[in-house]
T-cell receptor, first 114, second 116 residues
Framework: AQSVTQPDIHITVSEGASLELRCNYS??????LFWYVQSPGQGLQLLLK??????LVQGIKGFEAEFKRSQSSFNLRKPSVHWSDAAEYFC????????????FGKGTTLSVSS | GAVVSQHPSRVICKSGTSVKIECRSL??????MFWYRQFPKQSLMLMAT?????????EQGVEKDKFLINHASLTLSTLTVTSAHPEDSSFYIC????????????FGSGTQLSVL
């Protein structure tokens, strides 16, 4: 069965420090992978997605993620975290890029300390 | 960019009453809408998928008679929680996509339902 695991429930990083949020997936074929961010009181916003090609994907707000097939991972990174990045982050997988609902991980809450 | 408006953002109701949540696509035709629920510290779980003009397809374990979904137009889908009970208290969120094969998903801001 398809599944997404985000091992870290809550992470705290200092402002200006680097960030990596982990995501592992289980899927039989080539997955379509997504990272979403949910700020308090807001809807989910797509940060980036991977369909094919270059395994290092650039997204909005300075985020990037790297697809590693051998590790079934799609970790999200940011070189320098800003206080406004505090939010909940969801990794998701879909069996195709059109028409099928996403399967989400449980999310990682990011806190940013000053 | 495309916007999905979800209303209300928060609702408190008495047990046994029904609650309607609206999800509107403001600047595109949402041929497909998805409804999710999220319990605290849990992942978003898909409840149902609705295509405009068709009956919704419910995920296993979701009671279709309790969670009524209507997608009568290309810009509006509603989720009605009938005879709500405290265990229905959750965060409900909709997402919508247009008719193209590479259309992005856009999410509403969610509705926090509290049933007393």
């Amino acid at each position: 069965a398809q599944s997404v695991t985000q091992p870290d429930i809550h992470i705290t990083v200092s402002e200006g420090a680097s960030l990596e949020l982990r995501c592992n997936y289980s899927y039989g074929a080539t997955p379509y992978l997504f990272w979403y961010v949910q700020s308090p009181g807001q809807g989910l916003q797509l940060l980036l997605k991977y369909f094919s090609g270059d395994t290092l994907v650039q997204g909005i707000k300075g985020f990037e993620a790297e697809f590693k097939r051998s590790q079934s991972s799609f970790n999200l990174r940011k070189p320098s975290v800003h206080w406004s990045d505090a939010a909940e982050y969801f990794c998701a997988v879909a069996p195709n890029q059109a028409g099928t609902a996403l399967i989400f991980g449980k999310g990682t809450t990011l806190s940013v300390s000053s | 960019g495309a916007v999905v408006s979800q209303h209300p953002s928060r609702v408190i109701c008495k047990s046994g009453t029904s609650v309607k949540i609206e999800c509107r696509s403001l600047d595109f035709q949402a041929t497909t809408m998805f409804w999710y629920r999220q319990f605290p510290k849990q992942s978003l779980m898909l409840m149902a998928t609705s295509n405009e003009g068709s009956k919704a397809t419910y995920e296993q374990g979701v009671e279709k008679d309790k969670f009524l979904i209507n997608h009568a137009s290309l810009t509006l889908s509603t989720l009605t929680v009938t005879s709500a009970h405290p265990e229905d208290s959750s965060f409900y969120i909709c997402s919508a996509r247009g008719p193209g094969t590479n259309e992005k998903l856009f999410f509403g801001s969610g509705t926090q339902l509290s049933v007393l």
